[in-house]
């Protein structure tokens, strides 16, 4: 236990060493990429995360001892985004805002090492900085070789219309949610937000990217709503679990007499980049078996409605701010764009 313990100290130790001066090396550098670009202000309803997918690349014989480091600030208010966690990598942490990661020895002749850090989003400002850099020993010149640069992560305030933040993999599910008084199970429609969209990433998944865009219109596109209501979801990869989506319409934009059973919802599907790929077809109920076993893929389905009454009575409690408004629970296993 004790030599253990010396040898746990021994590699904090090398992780804290400062950051050498660097000499560029053409065969050795780094890619970074934003996951997402833009993320939304942390708050305590739904904690955001900034994302960066380190690529190391070197072609290079024999490249040992390679370590990155990261350092975070945050432009346009007081606050921080510190390290949360790594992938594919062991990291360690170094005074204020920074880390080292032990990347190791990497293979002769052209060789990659790909890898991500996540951080916790500030509660404010206009953008995350990202300043790294990677290097090696090189012993042939005495010196230290690498690569270094800076990304930028933009910041939004939290906005009852979008999300946008990076989902780790993990073993519970995962709710995002667009609107505002939210609690753990999403966010109500209101007068002032008639349409709201939860999306449950189920457990397991992959980590991802996560954005989901909202748009209403004063033209209708049913006569029995006042408004059409659109939701674009844009989280790349299959769900094999599948995605649970609940839809929420405000009872004010529906009028007297409506019946959520003739309500219709249309789906489009979406490549990886929120772009339209198809046509726009009705969502059925996922009995349904005209094209086999729903969900699949560019075929989500409807699990279930319900149309809440004005008021709560002795058998029914109406969620908050949910009196007289429309659900719909929807299954699905890909990106796409709802409406109604």
């Not at 596109?221 to 979801?233: G, H, K």
């Amino acid at each position: 236990m004790r030599n253990l313990k010396s040898a746990v100290v021994t590699v904090f130790a090398a992780l804290l060493t400062a950051t050498p001066v660097l000499a560029v090396s053409p065969n050795f550098y780094g890619t970074i990429v934003k996951l997402p670009s833009t993320v939304q202000w942390y708050t305590e309803g739904l904690p955001t995360e900034a994302t960066y997918e380190v690529t190391i690349t070197t072609t290079k014989p024999n490249v040992g001892a390679v370590r990155f480091t990261a350092t975070t600030s945050v432009d346009g208010a007081a606050e921080t985004a510190p390290y949360i966690r790594s992938e594919g990598v062991t990291c360690g942490p170094l005074p204020g805002t920074s880390i080292e990661c032990a990347v190791g020895d990497m293979g002769a002749g052209s060789s990659t090492r790909t890898f991500f850090l996540t951080f916790k989003a500030p509660p404010a400002g206009n953008s995350i900085g990202f300043a790294w850099s990677a290097f090696f020993d090189d012993s042939s010149s005495g010196a230290s070789d690498g690569d270094s640069g800076t990304e930028t992560t933009g910041l939004a305030a939290p906005s009852p219309d979008s999300f946008s933040s990076w989902v780790p993999q993990s073993g519970a599910a995962t709710p995002l949610f667009t609107g505002v008084g939210c609690t753990a199970n999403g966010c109500p429609a209101t007068t002032t937000d008639t349409w709201t969209t939860t999306v449950i990433v189920p457990s397991n998944s992959a980590a991802t990217t996560a954005t989901v865009a909202e748009l209403v219109s004063p033209v209708t596109c049913a006569p029995d709503l006042l408004t059409c209501s659109t939701s674009t979801l844009t989280i790349p990869g299959t769900f094999l679990d599948e995605l649970t989506i609940i839809l929420r319409r405000d009872a004010s934009t529906i009028t007297n007499g409506a019946k959520i059973a003739n309500a219709r919802i249309y789906y489009q599907k979406t490549d990886a980049d929120g772009n339209p790929v198809g046509t726009t077809d009705e969502v059925l109920t996922c009995t349904d078996v005209t094209y086999g076993t729903l969900p699949q893929s560019g075929k989500p389905c409807i699990e279930s409605r319900t149309a809440w009454p004005k008021k709560s009575t002795p058998k029914v409690q109406v969620p908050l701010e949910s009196g007289g408004d429309w659900w719909f629970f929807i299954r699905a296993i890909d990106n796409g764009k709802y409406n109604q």
